[in-house]
């Protein structure tokens, strides 16, 4: 299995900066992507990426919340000149976008940034990492303006209605959704449109160390709890986990060309 999208380089995981990705290799997820979310993260996702370079892929972003006015553009900057400079070791740029439920208050600073690395995954031909919360009409708007100049997308964590899979497709036939831990929560109604998006289009994550799935919901979430997640897209898509996992680990090999 591979867990497209989770932050194992974080503190939060100690000092034995392996552990974390051994206990999901023996839980049988061969591959972890993982995603920057400023400057100062690709330090720390190197470091990580050389002890274990066969079960890790690097990317390099910056997260809409991560934002400040004062210098954004210089870690932008930054990122910038390490994809330039090392654009094959990494699989993607991101994660990017629109966060309208912790920053309300940076809508235009989030675009321009999201814009520069969209344009810069365009450039080198990456595909990118979105995150899009409380934000899909301001996405959807911003999509629609760079029609013909879109990198491939995941959005990553996905947390829109049915419709606006739809939508998304109408603008990017291709795009892939990330399915984490919330498809185990009681209330979640992404069960629903599993079907819609389908298995071809589903990249499995967990966002780790965030959003643990049922049964380690409240926990701090790590990478070998991709199958509770891949288990539970197979009962809602009535397929076996063997299948979940040979689809989505193909979807997500072409999408990030590990
Ligand atoms: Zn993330």
Redesign the pocket.
Known sequence: MIDT???LYLPDYGDDKCAVVDRALSCGVSMMVL?G?DADSIGSIKELHELRPDATAMCAGL?PTEIKPENWREHFEKIEAELRSSRDSYVAVG?MGLDLYWEQYKLMLQMEAAEAQLDLADELNLPA?I?CREAMPQMLDLMRARKGRLPNLVF??YSGSADDVSRLRTLEPDVKFGIGGVVTFKKSSLPEILPLIGVDHILLET?AP?LAPVPMRGKQNESAYIPYIATKVAQELRMTVEEIDLRTSEAARKFFRL
Do not use: I, S
Request: hydrophobic residues 25%; glycine residues 0%.
């Open positions: 999208h989770t932050h995603p979310v997260h994660e990492v995150h990553h964590c966002d965030w």
